[in-house]
C-alpha cells in the first residue's frame, strides 16, 4: 500500500468539468475521499512534509487537485534546515541537504489510501477535497530509478467512497465490471476478468481449473488469456487449440521457457529443458531406446514380483487402503526396478527415498510459480539434485570396473548410449535424464493407477469382465503374466485408457511464446511474446463435441468407437518423427493423455504396460470395492491430479 497522508486542504468548488477519468462518476459523487483497492500490499512509505502543491502542469491545474498533484506533492524535494543534516564522509559536519522520497520497489497491485481526517487542536474534521484520478497512473516519475517500464503503469479497477461524516456514513465501491475487462488490442485474445491483478484468476483455477476453464470457454470462446500470479495464460481449447499449441514450431513457443525455471533444479543442468532443444531430441531419442520390447520382456516379472511383495504387508484377511499413498508407494517400487537400476531399487529403504522425498518437494505447483526461494525445502531440494548425480555416477563407475553390462534397465541403456558427433553421454547428463524419467512417470503412473482401481472398484461387472478377459486369453488366472499376454489384454487396457480420458494426470500442458506474437489462424488471434500458451486436453477429453456421454466412466467406447474423436485421432502430423520416432498421433486428437508434436511422451508404452501389469495381478489377489458413496472427486493441489482424500478402497483377499 502506498499511503499518501496530504493533509488537502478543501478547494474552492468549481463548475462541472469534462473528466478524462473513467470514475468521474465516482469523485463527482459524494466520493470525496477515495481509496483505489488492491490485493498485494508490498510497499510502505510515509512523510508527512506538509507543503503545499506547487505544480507548473496547467492543465492539471485547471482540473483542481489531481492524484498526480499529490504524487508530484508526496515526492516533492524537502529542503532541510542548516542542523539537519551531517554527513559522516564530512567529518560529521552539518550540510546544507534535501530529502526527497521515491518509491524504490513498486508494488504489483496498487492501493492508494487518501488522508480522510484531519485533526486539529480543538476539533477534528472530515476533508471534503475532491480529487481527480485516471484511469490508468503511470508511476514511472516518483520510482528512484525513473526507468519506464510497462509494469509501472497501473490501470485502476477499484474505488471506495466515504460517504457521510465524521462519526457516521457507509463505504460504498465502485469496482470495474467483467465486460469492461476487454482487451486492449481487439486482435488480442478476450481477457478473463479478475478482481485481483496479481494474482488473477490463481485462486478459481486452482480449485478447479476444469470447472473454470468450461466456464470460460462459454463467455469467450475456445481462445481466452487468464492471468495467474503474474503469468498471461492464454488457453486454446478444442483439437485445433491442441494442434496449434502442441505443433507450434521451435522458435514460436518454448517448452523450455515454460518449465526449465522449475526443472533445472530437480533434474540438474544441461538436460532435458536445460538442453539446447536438439540434444535434448537426442536425450529422448536416448531414453526411448531404452524402452524396448526385449527390456519390457523382463519388466513384467519385475512387475508381478514387486506386487506380490508390496501386498505380502496387508497381513487381514480384509481392509482398506489409501490408493493414492499405495500406488505411489508401490510404483516407486516398480518404476526402480524396471527403469532406475537394482542399486537404487535396494537404496530405497534408506538414503534415496529421502533423495526422492527431497527433489519431490522442489516439484510442486508452488516451484512453478516461485522456483528458487531461500526456504528450507528449496535448499534441501538442490542438495538432493547433486546428491542423486554423485550417486548414480558411483553406480555407473561401480558397473563399468565391474563390467556389470546385463541389465534391463534404462540406466544401462543410457550408458551405452553416444551423442550424434560422438561424445559418450556424460554421467552427469545420464543422472539427469534418469530424475527426469523418475518424475516424468512417477506421479503419473501412481494417480492413473490410483484412478483405475478406484473406477473399478465402483464397477463390479467391469470387475468380473477383467477376470473372464484373462481366463479366456490366458488360460487362467494362474497363468504367469508376460509382456505378450498382457498386451492381449486389450479390455483393460481400455480401462486404463478411459480412466486417462477421464482422469489425465497432466490436464494441461505449456509453452511460452518467444517470438514477438503467434497467431491463431482460426479466430485470428495474435498472441504475444511472454504469454503462456496452454492446451487442455482435460477439458476437450470430456467435451460432447468429441464424446458421448463425456462424463460416464466407459471402456467400451474405445471398442464401440462411435464417438467423434475416433475419426481425429490419425491425422497428418501423426507420422512426423522429432527425432525420437514417429509420434504416432495426431496434434489434433482431442484425446491427448501423453502430448503431442515434439514433447509427446515416450513413457506411454511402458506406463500401460506397468498400470496393466500391476492391476492384472491386484484383480487375481483381491476383492475389492470402493469404501465411499462414489469414485473421490479429483484434486488439483498437486503437479498431478490426484483423487480427493479419503480415497479408500476395501479389500478382500482372494484364495
Ligand atoms: C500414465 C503415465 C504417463 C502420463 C499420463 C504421461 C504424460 C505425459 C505428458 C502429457 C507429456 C507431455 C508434456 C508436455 O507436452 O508438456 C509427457 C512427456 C514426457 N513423458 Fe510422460 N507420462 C506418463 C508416463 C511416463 C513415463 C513412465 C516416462 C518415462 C519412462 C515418461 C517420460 C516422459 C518424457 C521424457 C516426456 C517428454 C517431455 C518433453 O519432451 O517435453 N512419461 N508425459
Known amino acids: 500500500m502506498l499511503d499518501i497522508s496530504l493533509g488537502l486542504r478543501p478547494v474552492e468548488k468549481k463548475k462541472k468539468q469534462p473528466s478524462t477519468s473513467a470514475t468521474a462518476s465516482a469523485s463527482a459523487s459524494t466520493a470525496h475521499n477515495s481509496k483505489l483497492l488492491g490485493g498485494n500490499n508490498i510497499h510502505t512509505a510515509t512523510d ?35 542542523n539537519e543534516y551531517s554527513c559522516s564522509k564530512c567529518g560529521n559536519t552539518f ?10 520497489r513498486i508494488p504489483p497491485v496498487l492501493s492508494i489510501q487518501l488522508k480522510r ?31 519506464k517500464d510497462a509494469d509501472n503503469v497501473y490501470s485502476l479497477f477499484s474505488v471506495v467512497n466515504h460517504q457521510g461524516k465524521m462519526d457516521t456514513g457507509h463505504y460504498t465501491m465502485y469496482a470495474k465490471h ?22 488473477g484468476n490463481a485462486v478459481e483455477f486452482g480449485i478447479n481449473p476444469i470447472q473454470f476453464l468450461q466456464t470460460c470457454q462459454k463467455k469467450y470462446g475456445d481462445v481466452f488469456t487468464f492471468k495467474m500470479v503474474g503469468k498471461k495464460v492464454t488457453v486454446l481449447l478444442g ?23 522449475m526443472t533445472k533444479h530437480v533434474f ?62 508401490l ?11 537394482k542399486e537404487i531399487r535396494a537404496g530405497l529403504d534408506g538414503n534415496v527415498a529421502q533423495l526422492y522425498y527431497d527433489l519431490d518437494q522442489g516439484f510442486q505447483p508452488i516451484n512453478f510459480i516461485f522456483s528458487n526461494l531461500p526456504l528450507p525445502s528449496y535448499r534441501r531440494r538442490d542438495e538432493a539434485c547433486k546428491k542423486m548425480a554423485e550417486l548414480y555416477s558411483s553406480i555407473i563407475q561401480r558397473r563399468k570396473a565391474e563390467n556389470d553390462n546385463t541389465n534391463a534397465d534404462l540406466l544401462q541403456a543410457l550408458m551405452e548410449s553416444t551423442y550424434k558427433d560422438g561424445t559418450p553421454v556424460p554421467d552427469k547428463h545420464i543422472a539427469g535424464m534418469m530424475i527426469a524419467v523418475l518424475f516424468g512417470g512417477q506421479h503419473t503412473s501412481a494417480t492413473t493407477t490410483a484412478w483405475t482401481l478406484l473406477e473399478l ?28 499376454n498382457v498386451k492381449e489384454l486389450t479390455l483393460l487396457e481400455n480401462c486404463v485408457r478411459e480412466t486417462l480420458r477421464l482422469h489425465p494426470p497432466i490436464f494441461q500442458m505449456m509453452r511460452k511464446v518467444i517470438a514477438e506474437k503467434v497467431t491463431f489462424e482460426k479466430t485470428g488471434h495474435d498472441i504475444p511474446k511472454g504469454n503462456f500458451l496452454c492446451a487442455v486436453p482435460g477439458v476437450t477429453q470430456v467435451d460432447p463435441t468429441y464424446f458421448k456421454d463425456p462424463l460416464k466412466y466407459n471402456p467400451m467406447r474405445w471398442v464401440d468407437l462411435d464417438d467423434p474423436v475416433h475419426n481425429m485421432e490419425a491425422g497428418d502430423d501423426a507420422d512426423v518423427d522429432y527425432g525420437f520416432g514417429a509420434v504416432g498421433i495426431s496434434s489434433k486428437s482431442p484425446f491427448l493423455p501423453f502430448g503431442a508434436g515434439r514433447h509427446r511422451c515416450i513413457g506411454e508404452t511402458f506406463g500401460y504396460l506397468q498400470i496393466k501389469t500391476i492391476i492384472a495381478t491386484m484383480i487375481r489377489m483381491f476383492d475389492i470395492e470402493l469404501e465411499g458413496k462414489g469414485v473421490p472427486k479429483p484434486d488439483y493441489t498437486s503437479m498431478v491430479v490426484v483423487p480427493e482424500k479419503p480415497a479408500n478402497i476395501k479389500y478382500t483377499w482372494r484364495e
Open 48 to 82: 508527512k512534509n506538509g507543503r503545499r502543491i506547487s505544480t507548473d502542469d496547467s492543465t492539471r491545474g485547471k482540473q483542481g487537485n489531481t492524484l498526480l498533484d499529490c504524487l508530484d506533492r508526496y515526492t516533492q524535494p524537502e529542503k532541510l534546515g542548516p
Open 95 to 104: 550540510q546544507e541537504a534535501t530529502k526527497q522520497l521515491s518509491i524504490k
Open 117 to 147: 481526517f484531519e485533526h486539529g487542536t480543538s476539533s477534528t474534521s472530515k476533508i471534503e477535497t475532491k480529487i481527480k484520478f485516471p484511469a490508468e497512473l503511470d508511476l514511472t516519475p516518483y520510482t528512484s530509478s525513473k526507468r
Open 178 to 199: 467483467r465486460n469492461e475487462a476487454g482487451p486492449k488490442d481487439p486482435r488480442q485474445p478476450p481477457v478473463v476478468f479478475s478482481w485481483i491483478p496479481f494474482m
Open 239 to 261: 483439437a485445433d487449440g491442441n494442434q496449434f499449441v502442441f505443433n507450434s514450431k521451435q522458435n514460436l513457443s518454448s517448452a523450455a521457457e515454460a518449465y526449465n525455471d
Open 268 to 329: 540438474g543442468r544441461e538436460v532435458v529443458y536445460d538442453a539446447p532443444h536438439n540434444v535434448f531430441l537426442e536425450q529422448k531419442r536416448f531414453i526411448k531406446a531404452g524402452l524396448n520390447t526385449e527390456c519390457f520382456r523382463q519388466h513384467v516379472p519385475m512387475i508381478v514380483d514387486e506386487v506380490t511383495e508390496f501386498f505380502k504387508d496387508f497381513k487381514k484377511p480384509s481392509g482398506t487402503f489409501d490408493a493414492y499413498h499405495t500406488f505411489g508407494s
Open 331 to 341: 510404483i516407486i517400487c516398480t518404476a526402480s526396478r524396471c527403469l532406475m537400476g
Open 457 to 484: 472398484a465402483a464397477r463390479p461387472d467391469l470387475i468380473r469382465a477383467l477376470r473372464e478377459e484373462q481366463i479366456q486369453k490366458l488360460g487362467s488366472l494362474k497363468t504367469d503374466l508376460t509382456f505378450d
